[in-house]
């Protein structure tokens, strides 16, 4: 399973970059105004520390506009995916770009059909967000379930079933389980995936029982 960060936060991606796990990143309007930056200068500061996906989402809701927008994003780096919103006008979008074979992530996906009509628009990616599905008591999981099935019917299908709106480790977990290709995680749930108390207890044991040996590998 691929992690993408779902953050604008240049330092966070940075810092987790670093680790070599990170395998491309997620931004929306909401992020890059919580980043403060401008969002053309963080993009593409984004695209040069991540090699994979970098998400970049159109804000125009008319097919034309979101058209040229998603040009100019693609043209900002080679690894720019154009996110749009699952709307008619988004699906012609998608349909437009993926043809002229710029990536693209279509958004703000929270059922079946809108995903297969992504998948038809020739999506790179189809985010479906779970955590919002769960926020207002329903079932974000079995969403991916049903997009992951049926997706693996059509083997012609290519779209990769991106797990987004993800907000803890089970998710994560779940998600895989089920075999999604991607889950963007925000930096604290990345963070997250790597702990457990029984580590961190086991870890003091070893090493104070190493210290009594007096010995040092180096
Ligand atoms: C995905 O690309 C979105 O940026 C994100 O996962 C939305 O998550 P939220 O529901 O926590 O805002």
């Given amino acids: 399973m691929k992690f993408f960060v779902d953050s604008a936060d240049i330092k966070e991606i940075r810092d987790l970059a670093e680790t070599g796990l990170v395998d491309g990143v997620t931004t929306n309007p909401s992020l890059v105004a ?5 969002f053309l200068d963080v993009v ?8 994979g996906p970098v ?3 159109v804000t125009a809701t008319d097919f034309p506009t979101m058209l040229k927008e998603g040009q100019k994003l693609a043209g900002l780096a080679p690894n720019i995916a154009v996110k749009v ?3 008619w006008d988004g699906l012609k979008t998608c349909r437009a770009l993926s043809s002229a074979d710029a990536k693209v992530n279509v ?3 929270f059922s079946a059909p809108q995903a297969l009509l992504a ?3 020739g999506a790179t990616f189809i985010s479906p967000f779970v955590g919002r599905h769960d926020d207002i008591g329903q079932d974000g999981m079995a969403l991916i379930a049903d997009i992951v099935a049926i997706y693996r019917n059509y083997p012609a299908l290519t779209t990769e079933v ?3 709106s993800v907000r803890h480790p089970i998710h994560v977990v779940q998600a895989a389980k089920l075999g999604a290709h991607v889950c963007t995680l925000p930096p604290n749930v990345l963070r997250q995936l790597a702990n457990h108390p029984l580590t961190d207890k086991g870890l003091d ?6 210290k009594k040996t007096g010995q040092s590998i180096l």
Avoid at 205 to 210: I, K, N, S, T, V
């Fill in 205 to 210: 044991a070893f090493l104070a029982d190493w």
């Fill in 34 to 38: 919580k980043s403060g930056r401008k």
């Fill in 85 to 87: 919103p699952l709307t």
């Fill in 44 to 51: 593409k500061e984004i695209c040069q520390v991540v090699p």
């Fill in 162 to 164: 991106l797990v987004a």
């Fill in 119 to 121: 998948a038809k628009a």
């Fill in 107 to 109: 958004t703000l996906c």
């Fill in 55 to 57: 998400s970049a989402e």
